[in-house]
C-alpha cells in the first residue's frame, strides 16, 4: 500500500533550524516532493528529490534516502512567513499518476 | 514558467445551481490535471484524474455524476460541481503536470461557498 508520515506539528523559534521528516512506502518511487502551503492557500513548490543526497535552496534544503524511504527538509534561519504546511509527496509512477501526499506538518515559527 | 491558473478564485452560489471552476496551464502542456478538494485544517483530497481527450479517473467516494470533470485541450480542464448543496462549500485546488514530467504545479485554487 501507499503510506506517507510526517509529524502533525511542530513549533519553532524565529532564527533558528528545524528539520521535518518523512517517511515513505510507496510500490513505485520517481521522485520525492516537498511542498509549502499557507492557510487558505495552494500548495507551491520547494524541492524535488529523486537521487541520494542532500539538495541545497537557498535556507531550505532537502535530503532523500531511498534505501531507507526517508526524507527531511530543513529550514534555515527561520522567518515568521515560515508559519505553514509542509506536505511530502511522493511520486509512485508513470506521468498519469497522482503524486501521493502525506497529511503535512504545520509549523508555527515564535517569536 | 510552469504556471496553472484557476478561475474564479472564489464563488458563491445557492443550493441547487452548478458551478464550473477552470484550471488552465498557462506556459506549458499538461497532459494530466488532477482535481482536490481540501477542507479547513485537513490534507489535500484527490478527487479525480483528468488525461486529455479521455475520461476522467474519479477516486473512491466521488460522485462522477456530481462532479463533471472535461479536459478538452492540453491547457484546459475544468470541474462542475452540478447540483451544489452546503456540504460541496469547500476549497478545490487543481494541478498539472508537463509531458515527461513528474512534477504538478498547482493553481491558485477557488472557493466555493454554496448557500
Known amino acids: 500500500g501507499q503510506n506517507i508520515d510526517q509529524p502533525t506539528e511542530m513549533t519553532a523559534t524565529e532564527g533558528a533550524i528545524v528539520q521535518i521528516n518523512c517517511t515513505y512506502q510507496t510500490s513505485g518511487f520517481n521522485g520525492l516532493f516537498w511542498y509549502q502551503q499557507h492557510a487558505g492557500e495552494a500548495p507551491t513548490f520547494l524541492s524535488y528529490?529523486?537521487?541520494?543526497g542532500l539538495e541545497e535552496k537557498g535556507r531550505f534544503s532537502s535530503f532523500l534516502s531511498r534505501s531507507k524511504g526517508y526524507s527531511y527538509l530543513l529550514l534555515k534561519e527561520l522567518q515568521m512567513k515560515d508559519s505553514a504546511s509542509y506536505l511530502c509527496?511522493?511520486?509512485?509512477?508513470?506521468?498519469?499518476?497522482?503524486?501521493?501526499f502525506g497529511k503535512g506538518t504545520r509549523l508555527s515559527v515564535i517569536a | 514558467g510552469a504556471v496553472v491558473s484557476q478561475h474564479p478564485s472564489w464563488v458563491i452560489c445557492k443550493s441547487g445551481t452548478s458551478v464550473k471552476i477552470e484550471c488552465r496551464s498557462l506556459?506549458?502542456?499538461?497532459?494530466?490535471m488532477f482535481w482536490y478538494r481540501q477542507f479547513p485544517k485537513q490534507s489535500l483530497m484527490l478527487m479525480a484524474t483528468s488525461n486529455e481527450g479521455s475520461k476522467a479517473t474519479y477516486e473512491q467516494g466521488v460522485e462522477k455524476d456530481k462532479f463533471l470533470i472535461n479536459h478538452a485541450s492540453l491547457t484546459l480542464s475544468t470541474l462542475t460541481v452540478t447540483s451544489a448543496h452546503p456540504e460541496d462549500s469547500s476549497f478545490y485546488i487543481c494541478?498539472?503536470?508537463?509531458?515527461?514530467?513528474?512534477?504538478?504545479?498547482f493553481g491558485p485554487g477557488t472557493r466555493l461557498t454554496v448557500t
Open positions: 494541478s498539472a503536470r508537463a509531458l515527461k514530467s513528474y512534477e504538478q504545479y
Open positions: 506556459d506549458f502542456q499538461a497532459t494530466t
Open positions: 528529490n529523486v537521487l541520494d
Open positions: 509527496a511522493v511520486s509512485d509512477g508513470s506521468g498519469n499518476t497522482p503524486l501521493v
